[in-house]
């Protein structure tokens, strides 16, 4: 444990197949990953299976905790097949999207398509845009054509280019009734909530009620309590002991997730700015100023939030990234991320451990010029239910922390509920949480500023400061006389409170 790095802001990476083995999983976690997610819309549940396993075993043989994240695929919308070669769709061709499964381009459908979702076509109006395969084919809806399963769907093509197979197709001004789980992501949940997972991401988030959804089905699976609605700065974990609970991430990648924000981030447990289908969906001009936005809201409300999508792209091929992308990076981490995600880069990139490093360098030198500024102060947080005397807490060790120039700040946790609240306060400084629970620990590895490490329940505050002030310095983590500040509950055996803050100095004796 002597060489444990103390990150701020933590790295999420994508696992593919450029990283499935273990000893790869390794390396990125000894060059800066904490969390690792595993997309549904790629692989098979066999191949997941041996991702967990190699993940869990990395963990027990680094002794450093590590969180999963599963991302649910959601409904996405793609053209059906196409013939070999593609189509080439120009500028001002009338084209139609039709129910029956079809070969698009073949003889008598030569500009006539099918998709992997035929209800749009009787959702779609008149007027409203349609996107191809990333927003590289432009379409104008002009009209619907015939009823029940001969109906049509009758475009323009705004902006043209080749169209292949499988493509991906944006509706983003179209109203679309499909939920936001689809039988696919019921069998993910199912698997996620046997394989322990510690997060779940939701895709196709437009309002509150589809958080709401995935909650319901959690709470059926009982790793979601019955009565927990809404969670506020502390994740849920203050009133839970639990440690099969699986908090609910919602990605922000359609317009009416934007236009309904705060609806959702009253039921959502954390959020992700999903940069990719955003930049799509809505003017790519309007992402920078969105991210910021969200993030605030984030802040406001307590909530965790993931920046995501393209951060080091050029590193799938390049080993090094462009000028333009460490600035992208830095300025996540500026505007208050606790996490920043690698996709591509790292699922299937060329440069996967150099990506993960390159990260966290940019992330230590902006965590370390973000700390001079000296321009934090205590926050306070938006959240609902008994738990102001956490809230209070962590932001009075704010002040204690800036006023003594605290080198660390220690937790002793049961639910973790009093490390999210001291990570939302954005101190710039190292905390760690200790604790026995290990699930809650792994789920911890995700926020910012949060270090988890076991330890088995102290039999009081004297010695848990005394355990902690031997580590700090058989580590060599910090010097005698090194400030730091210890929060934990009085007695230190019960949960459910924290009501005692400690400012001691390394080497100082306890008697």
């Keep these: 444990m002597a060489s444990i790095e103390f990150l701020i802001t933590k790295i999420i990476a994508t696992l593919g197949p450029a990283t499935s083995r273990k000893e790869m999983i390794r390396e990125l976690v000894e060059a800066g990953v904490r969390v690792f997610r595993i997309n549904f819309s790629h692989g098979e549940f066999a191949d997941y299976d041996l991702l967990v396993d190699h993940i869990r075993k990395v963990q027990e043989e680094t002794g450093i905790y590590i969180s999963i994240l599963g991302d649910l695929s959601g409904p996405k919308i793609r053209t059906g097949k196409v013939i070999e070669g593609g189509v080439m769709l120009r500028n001002g061709d009338e084209i139609r999207f039709v129910k029956k499964d079809i070969t698009g381009g073949a003889a008598g459908n030569e500009l006539s398509f099918s998709t992997t979702l035929p209800s749009f076509i009787d959702e779609a109006r008149p007027g409203e845009r349609i996107l191809l395969d990333d927003g590289n084919i432009q379409l104008e809806c002009i009209a619907k054509e015939g009823s029940g399963e001969d109906a049509a769907l009758r475009c323009r093509v705004v902006a043209g280019n080749l169209l292949t197979s499988a493509k991906g197709i944006n509706l983003p001004e179209s109203r679309l009734s499909v939920p936001s789980l689809n039988d696919k992501d019921l069998e993910c949940v199912d698997y996620a909530v046997r394989k322990r997972f510690d997060f779940l991401a939701l895709s196709f988030v437009r309002s509150g009620n589809d958080v709401r959804e995935l909650k319901k089905l959690l709470t059926s699976y009982k790793v979601r309590p019955a009565g927990l609605d809404i969670t506020g700065g502390d994740l849920g974990f203050s009133t839970l002991y639990d440690d099969d609970y699986i908090?609910?991430?919602?990605?922000?990648?359609?317009?009416?997730?934007?236009?309904?924000?705060?609806?959702?981030?009253?039921?959502?447990?954390?959020?992700?700015?999903?940069?990719?289908?955003?930049?799509?969906?809505?003017?790519?001009?309007?992402?920078a100023i969105l991210q910021k936005h969200i993030i605030r809201k984030c802040s406001e409300y307590g909530k965790p939030v993931i920046v995501a999508t393209q951060m080091l792209q050029s590193m799938i091929h390049d080993p090094v990234p462009t000028r333009a992308e460490v600035s992208d990076v830095a300025n996540a981490i500026i505007d208050g991320a606790d996490a920043v995600m690698l996709s591509g880069e790292t699922a299937v990139g060329e440069y996967p451990v150099g990506t993960v490093r390159m990260m966290n360098r940019i992330a230590s030198k902006t965590n370390a010029y973000i700390k001079t500024l000296d321009a934090s102060s205590e926050k306070l947080i938006r959240y609902k239910g008994p738990l102001n005397r956490k809230a209070t807490m962590a932001r009075g060790v704010h002040q204690m922390a800036r006023d003594i120039r605290a080198k660390f700040i220690i937790c002793w946790t049961n639910s973790g509920g009093s490390s999210v609240f001291l990570s939302q306060q954005r101190m710039e400084v190292p905390l760690i949480a200790f604790g026995e629970n290990r699930k809650r620990l792994q789920q911890l590895s995700i926020l910012y500023s949060i270090t988890p490490m076991f330890m088995q329940q102290p039999d009081s505050g004297s010695q848990f400061i005394s355990r902690i002030n031997d580590l700090l310095l058989e580590n060599q983590w910090a010097r005698e006389g090194d400030p730091i500040i210890i929060v934990a509950s009085d007695p230190i055996t019960r949960r459910g409170i924290t009501n005692r803050a400690v400012i001691h100095y390394v080497g100082e004796r306890m008697d």
């Design 247 to 287: 908090p609910v991430i919602s990605k922000i990648e359609k317009p009416q997730a934007i236009e309904n924000l705060e609806e959702i981030l009253e039921e959502t447990d954390g959020i992700m700015v999903a940069r990719g289908d955003l930049g799509v969906e809505m003017d790519l001009a309007e992402v």
